[in-house]
């Protein structure tokens, strides 16, 4: 399956298809210097395969986990990059997750004012979100994602066979992004997820739909002026858990929890049997007066208001500008 994603600044493809690991010299130049960015639990194989088609391959291994999106590994890449004279014609390819996938891009974006960067996601959650739409990071000074750039990719290639060493705890933690979206866009892509008698078997198709409706968001709003802020459904409460219980859940787990704020009744039964289907943690039980002071530093609040996402039936959503004070009404 292919996809053309067409923003203001880059036109790219992204392509989905088992196995295409083996041949993306199908579909990138590797012909020139190749760094390969990827983290230590990516199994040795996938780099391999890789690092076999690159005429001058070259890889640096992060440290797993969110603590490696930072400002030390990003000096020690660029001065990789500086010492084995890579050229502004040479290339970045990150293989790993959304912290693999963040920090390659922003070393891409800034080294010689940008060099090309291809993304091959290998976690569900990079595969569904955060591969596409140009956003790159690293955190700096205790602040998710404060420094970084959009840069689009040159090409997203996803081999979906890449999740067979992926923990299962993982795959439902980045199943969350796309019911998220879902609920949001897409009523059949909600069932397909709902019904499902076979994850594995229907992710193919959950991976396309999902890379759909992010690429209609990106393309009518690659800097999230607006639209966008749509993808944020469940992540006002969900960073709230995320960071008051940090680290007991991974994102997606506590995005879960947090769209079962700002939904309706209806929603919120379904989002309740996902959660048992899909053996994400029961909710926890967060009381309005422990959260107040961390919504207040929520990136999207301004002047003591906040833009929340509601969903009151699947496939729809309305965007709320709601008083911090008046977010009491929700708990
Ligand atoms: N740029 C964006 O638009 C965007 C969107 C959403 C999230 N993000 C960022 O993404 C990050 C989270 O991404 P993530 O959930 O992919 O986490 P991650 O990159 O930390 O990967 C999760 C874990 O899975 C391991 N792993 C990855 N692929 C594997 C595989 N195929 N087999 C075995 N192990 C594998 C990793 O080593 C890691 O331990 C956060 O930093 C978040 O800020 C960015």
Redesign the pocket.
Known sequence: MNLCVSTQTKKYNITIERGILSKISDLINLKRKCLIVT?????TS?IDTIKNQCDNPYVYVIK???NS?NIKYFEKILKYLVENNFTRTDCVIAL???????LA?FVAASYMRGIEFYNI??????MV?????????I?FNGI??IVGAFYQPSAVIIDPN??????KR?IH??LV?AIKMALCFDKDLFYTIYESKDLNKDLDEIIYRSLLIKRSVVEADEKENNLRKSLNFGHTIGHVIEAKYAPKY???EAVAMGMLYFSSKEIKDKILYLIKKYHLPSPVDLKYDDAIELLKHDKKASNDSISIIYVNEVGKYEMRKEKIEDLVKYF
């Open positions: 983290d230590d639990n990516i199994p996938y797993h986990g969110e999106k790993g997750g959304g912290v693999v996938g963040d891009g996601p290998t976690t569900l959650l990079a979100d955060s591969s596409i739409g140009g956003k790159t990071a955190d998710k994602n890449t999740l067979n060493s992926l923990k993982q933690a980045g992004e991974l994102h997606g």
